[in-house]
Each structure stands twice: as C-alpha cells, then as structure tokens.
C-alpha cells in the first residue's frame, strides 16, 4: 500500500519531532529485535525513502541493532521511533515505527514479515501476505496465493 501525504510523529515526552511524506511499504515485524527495542508483542512499521523523513524538533540518539540497523531513540523518554541502515547505499528507506505516528491510523500495515519469530501465542487471524524472513515480497505482487498460507 503506498500513501503520500504529510505525516508527523515523535515520541512519548514530545523532545524529538519527525515528519514523513510518502510511504512505499507499511506491514507488522514478529522479529526479536524489533520486540525487544519495543517492548511490545510485535511492531509495526511504514517504510519511508530516507529523503522524504526528516527530524523536526530534537535531536534522537541512535543505537546499533544489527551489524547494518540502527535505531532512532529520544534521550529523555526512552521511546524508539525509526530504523535506517547505516549505510544509505544499502538499503534507501527509514522504517517508521508506527506506533509513534500521530495518526497511524492513516496508515494501514500490509503484510506480514519475519513471522518465523512471531511469538505463539499471538493469533493472527488476518488475510495479509506473510513472509518468514524481512524480504517481503514488493506489494504488486502479493496477491499471488503462495504469500497467504
Ligand atoms: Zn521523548
Ligand atoms: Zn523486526
């Protein structure tokens, strides 16, 4: 599902601000990581290219979750907001935590990645695509059946 439009978002206490205008990919992650640096059961995420994200107030402070991953925290409350590579050659998105969007309802996930690590007991009862690994399948193409077991 791809949007344009003006989305902001930020953490908890409000010191850091950010701002994104187009989406290519929004879906939920069952990884380990990204329930660790959330807390929560799962995450979702809108994938956004790295030019059109912006920090708009404060400055986040980042940590490395992969050898290739880092993610965007606020210093003052704790609250992880987005992932990028470190190396921009490498992979040209921020993946935007949802859950720190103002109105993610706007914004609706799409597919299912990394759903090897989901946790058992999380029933999902949904009709998206779901993938083992992070490589999701581009969303022109999930309508095949293979993506929907
Ligand atoms: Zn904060
Ligand atoms: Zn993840």
Redo the contacts with the bound molecule.
Sequence with gaps: MRYRGCFDGGCFCGAIRFRFTDVHDSGY?H?S??RRSSGAAL?AFANTPRESFAVTRGTPRFIATTAEFERGFCPHCGTVMFSRSVDPARWAFVSVHLGAVDRAENIVPAVHI?VADRLPWLQVDDALPRVDDAQPPPPAQRDDPRWRT
Excluded: W
């Design positions: 992650c990884c990581i990204c995450m990394c």
